[in-house]
């Protein structure tokens, strides 16, 4: 026994963790989300199963997601990169901004009740969903992206929400640019670029954000050392991590190949979907 669970149940956990390391990655090339969006739910239930107690158990899920982000918006970010697709400028205007966001949210990761989390997971989720599925091309903000102080603020709550979410940013990053005029392609790829600047500082964070959690419940081994770091699953992030690398070029391919109009109703349903999962939890009193 391990973690509370047999030998099998440990295998289909592992075998379960790999299939959803390749999902992961292929919309993180798709949607230029990082993949956190689907890992976080998969986690949690997963974390369930090992015994992770309630209270502990969403912050495990996003430090384990946003780790795991770290290599595959990398190589989202090459890929899109590679293909003329990122636009520089605005990664420029919103690096310090998001990691201020980041570290902001990091803090808030320690001190935060669980609920919050999925709170944050779902409003933002479903947000994204209605603006995706029922958006017109005149829902705009603007012709164009702002500059100056706004574009900072934005910047800052990119970071901070994302944190909270243990997604890479691609989310809020897809919406506002396409609120301001931008194509979903070029915000894909844009995104894809601002998990790198999310995921590497986030974990770091959540592994501060969840020290005491080990001595806090000593007899859950899947929260000490070498299992878990923190709030970051170590096991997790081994298993999935691989099967990122592989998946999420292929995911870019599919992006670029994709209608504009396709591409904005699959990550509308896929958002509409995940954010039913903890809302189903919420009214539960979960």
Known sequence: MMAGLDPKELIELALLLVAVGALS???AGVFGIGGGAILVPVFYECFRLAGVPLEVRMPLCIGTS???????SLASFRAHYARGAVDMDILRRWWLPIVIGVAAGSVTARYAPERLFKIVFVVVAWSAAARLLLARDNWKLGDDVPRGFLMRVYGFFVGLLSTLMGVGGGLFANLL???????IHQ???????IAVLISIPGAIGYVYAGWPAAARFPDVTALQ???????VSLIGAILVMPTTLITAPIGVKVAHALSKRALEM??????????GRFAISLLNGQ
Do not use: E
Request: proline letters at 5%; a positive charge; zero cysteines.
């Open 25 to 27: 990655g292929f919309l």
């Open 66 to 72: 946003l780790a795991i982000i770290i290599p595959t």
């Open 177 to 183: 640019m396409t609120f301001y005029g931008r194509s």
């Open 187 to 193: 915000a894909v790829a844009t995104s894809s670029a």
């Open 225 to 231: 050392l070498p299992f878990t770091l923190g709030y």
């Open 266 to 275: 699959a990550f509308g349903v896929y958002m509409f979907i995940v954010g």
